[in-house]
Nanobody
């Protein structure tokens, strides 16, 4: 069972990045997927969650209108499109399974290893 997050990097303020979360060893469409981030010295924050079908998404107020989650279950991959990036978006971003739903979660789920996003001029 593995989740592999990728797509992070260094970007200037106002720029965009697309993160990917690839699943292997299990059926991705059995799970909602959450995106989380953690900046140094700060608590981990859930920034987004996407339902199993992709029909429902949730966003933290801090990213609403700028980030968009999507998924391609056929490719066993979930995406987080991040636009209008700000320095305060700098963090390590993780994806994790959420079960049974985004709003009702039992257990810790499976977690990817994280990808660094740095927003700086």
């Amino acid at each position: 069972v593995q989740l592999q997050a990728s797509g992070g990097g260094l970007v200037q303020p106002g720029g965009s990045l697309r993160l990917s979360c690839a699943a292997s060893g299990f059926n991705l469409d059995d799970y909602a997927i959450g995106w989380f981030r953690q900046a140094p010295g700060k608590e981990r924050e859930r920034v987004s969650c996407i339902s199993r079908s992709g029909g429902t998404t949730y966003y933290a107020d801090s990213v609403k209108g700028r980030f968009t989650a999507s998924r391609d279950n056929a490719k066993a991959t979930v995406y987080l499109q991040m636009n209008s990036l700000k320095p305060e978006d700098t963090a390590v971003y993780y994806c994790a399974t959420r079960a049974p739903t985004c709003t009702v979660v039992t257990g810790d789920g499976y977690w990817g290893q994280g990808t660094q996003v740095t927003v700086s001029s």
